[in-house]
């Protein structure tokens, strides 16, 4: 399984950037996919994630400003990011993983979001 993300870039506070993410190969169902961020120094955490049957769950610190989608058909996951503040600033990476189980993890390149004040 391959993860190709795609979106970031710089944004300034208040603006919107979208994120995408296609996944290829041999696709385990049923799956979550996601997005986690990265920022220098802080570990990574989880942004927002939807399995593949719809079910959502996002981190306190985006609810309401984020939104997470995808297409099982075309196993692609987008994230839509308004109202960015600087601390949204960060390498965000795609991942999917087999549910329940969670034992089967891959990740994509990452793509850096930078959001100016």
């Known amino acids: 399984v391959q993860l190709q993300a795609f979106g970031g870039g710089l944004v300034q506070a208040g603006g919107s950037l979208r994120l995408s993410c296609a996944a290829s190969g041999v696709i385990f169902r049923p799956n979550r996919m996601g997005w986690y961020r990265q920022a220098p120094g802080k570990q990574r955490e989880l942004v927002a994630a939807?399995?593949?049957?719809?079910?959502?769950n996002y981190a306190d610190s985006v609810k309401g400003r984020f939104t997470i989608s995808r297409d099982n058909a075309k196993n692609t996951v987008w994230l839509q990011m308004n109202s960015l503040k600087p601390e949204d600033a960060a390498v965000y990476y795609c991942?999917?993983?087999?549910?329940?189980?969670?034992?089967?993890?891959?990740w994509g390149q990452g793509t850096q979001v930078t959001v100016s004040s």
């Open positions: 991942n999917i993983v087999s549910i329940p189980s969670m034992k089967v993890s891959y």
């Open positions: 939807i399995t593949s049957d719809g079910s959502t």
